[in-house]
């Protein structure tokens, strides 16, 4: 079960809602019913691994009660829970990964295990580690009820793909949060925005991406080899925006109150800039519990540098268990250095030369995160460059691609990446306050348009599910 099923849009949600509502009044029996809902979620898709969840939530929680008992082996008791993490992660997203690495270096034929990967694995064992390392820090307060550990964990509509949330932004609303109208009605608002993100535009934009990719590299010409970048360029950005607004409004409507995943980071004048309007959440969590225990930047600027490409290395290797992830992490990294180190100096530039840098340095950026092998990135992005020589039969591909559905995706994915038309909604409500009626009823009609879609498309899960 996933958000944007229709099992899911027309079952689960109506019914977990409902029961949220009627039990309101009792913050105790909307956590238990709530708690239950998101293990039921997590179950349908996963009713094996939902167990792995379970003994994660525990290890961690009882690693935290053992610090508090125990204060002179706080460090063990913490470093135990970080190991089980970590481990847990590494055995099940990496260990085909690492033999087949060791295969290609030394020429063996260890036979892969093949193990499957849990559903959002990386999420739900990075929120865990944080709950304990704030606990040793003291950034948090020591929870001595498990299932409210779990509930945070567990949260169906941040479990799958995020954003990371952090126990104590979810500690006091845990135990005092409350469900209104207005909260409700924002909250479903931004959910229909988001539904409509995925489904009218991320998978619009992907049939076109998936196509470019499937095509042999000798018939991709350098039109085509962009069109699939560019298109791959806003899949990726309004697929996991869409499902971050999604989880976003529904916490809102349950009461939940999850801070922002997104800042529009296609406006960013630079490498710097961009990272701190992506994915906030998890830069966010690399730089807290990775970058600054590592030395930050107080250590010279080498030490900085370095440090800079540990986390971006290991923020690829997050995405996922290929070396293309691992490279688009270094080559993030690389911007990153050279921008810190004054060898860039975009913020200098015109304003409309930083954009366009930084732009393309992310849309190439993302070619090494969707390519299937190193083989192909290099092969895609080669052809952007220098595949200009375009055949009939190249012409007569792309044509076929640049649907106007795909002219219509892209056009209204490049309006709004930028904060024009949420600024413009902003104003228009402060000024005419029956505009903000239109903007529900825009949400309703993309909703409505969605769910249709929904109702006769092939599946398209979420990009970030995989992570």
């Not at 979620?41 to 690693?63: K, R, S």
Request: one cysteine or more.
């Amino acid at each position: 079960m996933v958000f944007s099923s229709p099992t899911f849009f027309f079952l689960f949600l109506p019914a977990a809602f409902l029961v949220n509502l009627l039990c309101r009044r009792s913050i105790r029996w909307s956590n238990a019913l709530l708690l239950l809902a998101s293990l039921l979620f997590y179950a349908w898709g996963e009713p094996v691994y939902v167990l792995l969840m379970l003994v994660t939530t525990l290890v961690n929680y009882l690693a935290a009660r053992a610090m508090a008992r125990f204060p002179k082996k706080q460090r063990f008791f913490c470093g135990a829970a970080i190991v089980w993490s970590i481990g847990t992660l590494v055995f099940f997203k990496y260990t085909d990964f690492l033999i087949e690495s060791i295969n290609g270096v030394f020429g063996l034929s260890l036979p892969l295990p093949g193990i499957a990967l849990p559903i959002g694995i990386s999420f739900f064992t990075f929120q865990a580690m944080s709950y304990v390392l704030d606990v040793y820090r003291g950034d948090a307060r020591l929870s001595r009820n498990y299932f409210d550990v779990l509930l945070y964990i567990a949260l169906f509509p941040q479990l799958i793909a995020g954003p990371i949330v952090k126990y104590h932004d979810v500690d006091e609303q845990l135990r005092v949060r409350t469900v209104t109208a207005e909260k409700t009605a924002a909250g479903f608002r931004r959910f229909c925005f988001g539904l409509a993100k995925k489904v009218l535009i991320a998978n619009t934009l992907a049939m076109t991406a998936d196509a470019v990719y499937a095509l042999p590299l000798g018939d991709v010409a350098a039109p085509t080899a962009w069109l699939g970048a560019v298109c791959y360029l806003f899949q990726i950005y309004f697929d996991f925006s869409g499902y971050s607004d999604m989880a976003i409004g529904l916490g809102l409507a349950f009461g939940f109150e999850f801070r922002e995943n997104f800042n529009y980071p296609y406006i960013a004048g630079t490498m710097q800039e961009f990272w701190r309007r992506w994915h906030i959440s998890l830069s966010t969590w690399f730089r807290e519990y990775v970058y600054i225990p590592l030395g930050g930047n107080r250590k010279g600027k080498l030490r900085t540098g370095v440090n800079k490409l540990i986390v971006f290395l290991l923020t690829g290797l997050w995405h996922g268990a290929s070396w293309n992830f691992a490279v688009w992490g270094l080559y993030h990294g690389s911007f990153l250095m050279l921008e810190s180190y004054g060898a860039l100096k975009p913020a200098k530039w015109p304003r409309v030369l930083r954009h366009v840098y930084t732009l393309l340095a992310v849309t190439i950026g993302f070619v090494f995160f969707r390519a299937e092998t190193m083989g192909q990135a290099f092969g895609i992005i080669g052809r952007m460059f220098a595949g200009w020589h375009v055949s009939a039969a190249a012409l007569a591909e792309l044509s076929a691609l640049v649907t106007p559905l795909c002219i219509a995706a892209l056009a209204t994915a490049a309006f709004a990446c930028t904060p024009v038309m949420h600024r413009l909604g902003e104003r228009l409500s402060a000024r005419r306050p029956a505009w903000e009626s239109m903007i529900y009823a825009t949400a309703l009609l993309l909703a409505a348009l969605s769910a249709l879609c929904l109702s006769t498309a092939a599946y398209n899960p979420f990009i970030y599910f995989r992570f």
